[in-house]
């Protein structure tokens, strides 16, 4: 069975740094594409960074040059370091494998499976 | 603001069907980029709904299906259940952003 489980949320004060983690198993993250996904208390969902199987990262405008999106090959494990975090960080952040890549684009990936998510909270 | 746009929500009763609408722009489904949907219960991650605009993963009862025209999607329900009551979102790429996006998300109430 495909599963994704989130660790490494909690509460963190403005300006500190977090690392998540993203245990996978059922398939191998090293030949897969995916992404962390985030979303705010009773807001929409936001996607926030992916890594490709060739190790090429990209991430969205609002986390740019503070989050590092990651993967442990040995340990099939996905991660995201996030500096200088802000109240508007605070969201349940979830990973997720993507799907619907072709050899030239991702333009019209999908995301699936998604993990439980963790609760990253920014506050004094 | 997303630039994807859906109505906040939406209700039917048992048995009923509904459609929820997402409204894009040529940057976006205008270009070419496919939609997909997601359900994500009470409390719950999102689940994949629909993928490539029309198409059901395996385990995804056939009530659902999905359309694209031009700058718009919608999502229809068909038979609705009571366990259909959750959050649904559409997904796609915006060329004008450079990112993968979401709508704002549509609640569903079961009357």
């Known amino acids: 069975e495909v599963q994704l489980v989130e660790t490494g949320g909690g509460l963190i004060q403005p300006g500190g740094s977090l690392r998540l983690s993203c245990a996978a198993s059922?398939?191998?993250?090293?030949?897969?594409?995916m992404s962390w996904v985030r979303q705010a208390p009773g807001k929409a969902l936001e996607w926030v960074s992916v890594?490709?199987?060739?190790?090429?990262?990209y991430y969205a405008d609002s986390v740019k040059g503070r989050f590092t999106i990651s993967r442990d090959n040995s340990k099939n494990t996905l991660y995201l370091q996030m500096n200088s975090l802000r109240a508007e960080d605070t969201a349940v952040y979830y990973c997720?494998?993507?799907?619907?890549?072709?050899?030239?684009?991702?333009?019209?990936?999908?995301?699936?499976?998604w993990g439980q998510g963790t609760l990253v909270t920014v506050s004094s | 603001q997303s630039v994807l746009t859906q109505p906040p929500s939406v209700s039917g009763a048992p048995g009923q069907r509904v459609t929820i609408s997402c409204t894009g722009s040529?940057?976006?489904?205008?270009?070419?980029?496919?939609v997909h949907w997601y359900q994500q219960l009470p409390g719950t991650a999102p689940k994949l709904l629909i993928y490539?605009?029309?198409n059901r993963p395996s385990g995804v009862p056939d009530r659902f299906s999905g359309s694209k025209s031009g700058t718009s999607a919608s999502l229809a329900i068909s038979g609705l259940q009571a366990e259909d009551e959750a959050d649904y979102y559409c997904?796609?790429?915006?060329?004008?952003?450079?990112?993968?996006?979401f709508g704002g998300g549509t609640k569903l109430t079961v009357l």
């Open positions: 490539g605009n029309n």
């Open positions: 997904q796609s790429y915006d060329n004008t952003l450079s990112a993968w996006v």
């Open positions: 059922g398939f191998t993250v090293s030949s897969s594409y």
């Open positions: 997720a494998r993507d799907l619907g890549c072709t050899s030239t684009t991702c333009r019209n990936k999908w995301f699936d499976p």
């Open positions: 890594i490709y199987s060739g190790g090429r990262t």
């Open positions: 040529s940057s976006n489904f205008g270009a070419g980029s496919d």
